[in-house]
């Protein structure tokens, strides 16, 4: 099986400017992705995405491959990541006639990302027989979807599944089950999805979770993240 992990990083970073290339402890961000993908072992290529000149520097100095820049039109600021991994996979598969089965999004946003968390869902996608698998971490209670309320044009609210708020459950402890969010450490999927005719995406229609401890699932937009990462890292080194 041919697993490709792609390490998506433009240059344009607004919240916190060069970002991907910036320091934290001493190390580029982009730093801790690069090599927790190389110690887990799975892949037999990470390559980087990017339109930056300094940052496929930096990440060649890591050991990742730069086989191609980014075309600028798939480096904006609203573009979405399913065009950047066609683009990839296409750009591979016609210039080096590299066909993975798997692909892995990988960002360095969340660089406190560990490799056995990488090895653990792909094996868990395999273990499931998965079309992808998603890394997840959980919901705190207050802020559960079954706590949700939304407003009507009268400013008047209700639960968001329709309920009336009288129908609240009173107690985190009573909520019928755990929910997750999206963390952005990981997307590993079927490389066909991505060029499905009907629906291109990066699910399929079994898709495995695999949840993150929150400390390890620490997401990088802000100076206040970056702060919170910078105190999660060095608890961990």
Request: aromatic share 10%; glycine share 6%.
């Amino acid at each position: 099986m041919k697993i490709l992990g792609i390490i998506t990083a433009r240059g344009g970073s607004k919240g916190i400017p060069r970002k991907n290339i910036k320091e934290l402890n001493g190390k580029p961000l982009i730093a801790y992705t690069i090599e927790a993908a190389q110690k887990s072992g799975i892949f037999d290529r990470i390559i980087l995405s990017t339109d930056d000149l300094e940052i496929a520097e930096v990440a060649k100095k890591y050991g990742c491959e730069v086989p191609f820049m980014r075309p600028a039109e798939l480096a904006q600021d609203g573009t979405p990541h399913l065009p950047v991994m066609q683009h990839a996979v296409s750009w591979l598969k016609e210039k080096e006639n590299y066909n993975p089965d798997l692909v892995a999004i990988l960002q360095p946003t969340a660089p406190l990302r560990q490799s056995w968390h990488i090895k653990e869902a792909f094996d868990l996608l395999v273990k499931k027989e998965a079309d992808s698998v998603v890394a997840v971490s959980e919901i705190p209670g207050h802020y559960s979807p079954y706590w949700a309320v939304v407003v009507d044009e009268n400013n008047l609210g209700k639960l968001f599944n329709g309920d009336p708020i009288r129908n609240r459950i009173p107690r985190r402890q009573s909520l019928p089950q755990k929910t997750y969010s999206h963390c952005g450490a990981l997307y590993m999927f079927k490389t066909k999805f991505l060029f499905d005719e009907d629906n291109p995406n990066f699910y399929g229609d079994k898709v495995a979770i695999y949840p993150m401890e929150e400390k390890y699932s620490i997401n990088i937009d802000t100076p206040d993240d970056w702060k919170i990462a910078e105190h999660a890292v060095s608890g961990l080194s």
